[in-house]
């Protein structure tokens, strides 16, 4: 039967859902320090692509993470592992983030003052931090995003180190498509944060 429930988790975690955790504030009120979000896997096997207002799950284009300590402890280490493997536990390495889609290849986006437009419209952004504004006192643009990449912020703007911080980095601060896990579709844990933002983070 353990076997089994593994051969199962393991399923679920290729295919279908796999829980990250949420390490920083980046993306506060929507996603708090230490919540458990299960990420859509099946989508982008079914077609989906990231758009704008969607949050998503990307693995690290480079550099945007500092190094991840590592377990000294080799049982603690194999356990850890073994259970991140069937998804029962977030990544091992961990180089992953969660950011909010704003704008995908070919839009132009830009930030003036408190405004912050894609392709020249205002974009109504009503998940950002209290007390934030669109721009968090960072003006840029305009940048068109490359093609099979999608440019990304947090909700929580004046604590997120986004594609608006890495900007000299190759593709210009955006992300490739590639590096895509999913949307995020839940928040699973704690139960006191339980939360459903759609099968595509909607």
Known sequence: ???????????????????????????????RIGDRVGVNKLAPLTGWKPEPGQPVVFKDPGNWLPPQPVDSNPLTNTVTSVLSFVGLMPPKDDNYLVKRVIATGGQTV??????????????????LHPGDDSCAGMDF????????????????????????WHR?????????VGNVVGPVSA????????????????
Not at 141 to 164: F, M
Not at 187 to 196: K, Q, R
Request: hydrophobic share 40%; net charge negative.
């Open 1 to 31: 039967m353990a076997a089994v429930g593994l051969v199962v988790a393991l399923l679920i975690k290729t295919c279908l859902f796999q829980v990250f955790t949420i390490p920083s504030g980046s993306m506060e009120n929507t996603l």
């Open 110 to 127: 830009q930030c003036s003052g408190t405004t912050l437009t894609v392709d020249g419209k205002k974009v109504d952004e009503p998940y």
């Open 141 to 164: 643009g305009p940048v068109t995003v490359p093609s099979g990449y999608i440019w990304v912020e947090g909700d929580h703007r004046s604590d997120s180190a986004d594609s608006r």
């Open 168 to 176: 000299q980095n190759p593709g210009g601060g955006a992300v490739p």
């Open 187 to 202: 928040v699973v844990w704690p139960v006191s944060h339980l939360d459903w933002f759609g099968w595509t983070g909607r």
